[in-house]
């Protein structure tokens, strides 16, 4: 993982630890596991990751997103290609 | 233990859990009806003030001897798709006169509403474009975008600036984006600001889609909706709608004065391999069409009724969509208020729509009633009665 990579990750973690009450984020475990997501929260939870990496995230591109981890590989692989 | 079955009894053991005991998760069955605003379930009379009957018009004596008429003359239903044996000349009469209503050069009828949007949105776009929607747009709307294969985008509810974000980051990609917006939202009842969402589709010259739904009948000098209401018909590009509400049948259209619209009818699948709807739908929906157009006496029925109905809930305290309309939505801070309420209020023979998370808006759940053109002043104020005692005694 290169230096942008573990910083978006690191960053999304920081977003979610606030989002789930300062609860720590094991970045190999899932969103939905770690703070109790129903699917609505989970697509307000893209919009409120879109403004703060500034990044369009199509729901339909989450389909293969396990873990934190690999939304953050999404987050990284969408704004190299802006 | 089959896992595709597993799936099915944990879905259904959710919705169950949501419910109080002795009611029906598949709903309530509707034993006999009295007329478009009464009817009996079970041992109950019922008023009915969750219904989209908007106009009241399905019991309008003009739509059922048309209806009766193209029973007797053309049978039951056409068995087959509009691209083959299910073409009448009934259905392409519907199609030019929901064209001349909204001045368009072009109309597509649907066999139901929500055929109408995954028909006209995943015929519109493909892979590589964007569908940009407001969060609250109808399942419909989500479903005809997952089989469009395009990127969905979401913007926050009714928010022009929130709209605005997300065009600029999408680039060059604006010139193939298509937004998508409804004239009247069916949870609150609220009304797009369609003024800021137009000048925005032509800054980013993107295309502008409206489902007129919930709005067709009830907004506009002659029914057409927000398009008509805000005078910006001639600004958007699609109109979608349904026969199920102010209409009063079943159904769904699509119009626009681009002329790719008949084009539809060679890609869109869920117009394609479907039958076409039965001639009675299509004979009471042109009388309907008629009724409504002309209807200047029931829409300002319909909205005194609504008027009258917002303001009382308002006046006893309850929390409501920002906009007074046919859809009044009563918003509880928990599904047990709401479920404490809604019973409530079917013991006393009303019956009214609840909605749940997560189908209702975050950290809510709703009441929602449906105000008709049919409602008389004394069934209102029976469910003013009813909530204004109910609020007390629940102590919302």
């Not at chain 1, 990496?53 to 199509?58: L, N, Q, S, Y």
């Not at chain 2, 509009?82 to 001349?100: I, K, S, W």
Request: hydrophobic share 40%; charged share 20%; net charge negative.
């Amino acid at each position: 993982m290169t230096n942008t990579n573990n910083e978006i990750l690191q960053q999304l973690c920081r977003h979610l630890e606030q989002q789930g009450g300062g609860k720590a984020i094991d970045p190999d475990r899932t969103l939905l596991e770690q703070l109790a997501l129903d699917s609505v929260k989970v697509l307000t939870l893209i919009m409120e990751i879109e403004d703060e990496f500034d990044v369009t995230i199509p729901i339909n591109a989450l389909a293969d997103i396990q873990s934190v981890r690999d939304f953050s590989i999404l987050i990284g692989k969408i704004k190299s290609q802006q | 233990m089959n896992t595709l079955l597993d799936r099915l009894d944990a879905a259904a053991a959710e919705r169950k859990a949501m419910l109080p005991d002795g009611l029906d998760a598949f709903g309530m069955p509707v034993e006999e009806i009295y007329s478009s605003t009464e009817a009996r379930v079970g041992n109950r009379r019922i008023l009915f003030f969750g219904t989209n009957n908007y106009l009241g018009l399905t019991f309008s004596p003009e739509c059922l001897k048309a209806a009766h008429d193209a029973l007797d003359s053309e049978g039951t239903g056409t068995t087959g798709s509009r691209m083959a044996n299910g073409n009448y000349t009934g259905h392409r009469a519907l199609e030019r006169e929901f064209a001349e209503f909204y001045q368009c050069r072009s109309a597509m009828v649907f066999t139901t509403g929500y055929q109408a949007n995954l028909g006209a949105i995943s015929g519109l776009a493909g892979p590589g474009d964007v569908l940009l929607i407001d969060s609250d747009c109808h399942a419909s709307i989500y479903d005809g975008c997952r089989l469009s294969g395009a990127d969905i985008v979401r913007f926050r509810h009714n928010d022009v600036a929130d709209m605005d974000k997300r065009l600029r980051r999408l680039g060059e990609r604006t010139k193939s984006t298509l937004i998508i917006v409804e004239g009247i939202y069916s949870m609150l009842g609220d009304q797009a600001p369609l003024a800021g969402f137009v000048e925005l589709k032509e800054k980013y010259q993107s295309l502008l889609l409206v489902d007129e739904a919930h709005s067709l009948g009830v907004l506009g000098a002659t029914g057409q909706g927000l398009v008509e209401a805000t005078g910006l018909l001639d600004r958007v590009d699609f109109i979608t709608g349904t026969f199920s509400k102010s209409l009063g049948s079943i159904g769904g259209y699509c119009v626009s004065n681009h002329p790719q619209l008949d084009q539809l009818r060679y890609v869109s699948r869920p117009y394609i391999f479907t039958a076409s709807s039965s001639p009675t739908t299509i004979a009471s929906t042109r009388m309907a069409l008629k009724l409504l157009r002309d209807g200047v006496a029931l829409r300002e029925q319909l909205w005194r009724n609504a008027k009258q109905l917002y303001a009382s809930l308002a006046g006893f305290g309850y929390k409501l969509g920002p906009d007074p309309g046919p859809v009044v939505a009563a918003i509880l801070e928990s599904p047990a208020q709401a479920l404490a309420l809604w019973r409530g209020l079917l013991e006393d023979g009303i019956y009214v729509n609840m909605i749940l998370p997560p189908a209702a808006p975050e950290n809510t759940a709703l009441v929602r009633c449906s105000v008709s053109a049919a409602h008389t002043s004394e069934q209102i104020e029976r469910v003013c009665e009813s909530f204004k005692r109910l609020r007390r005694e629940i102590g919302l």
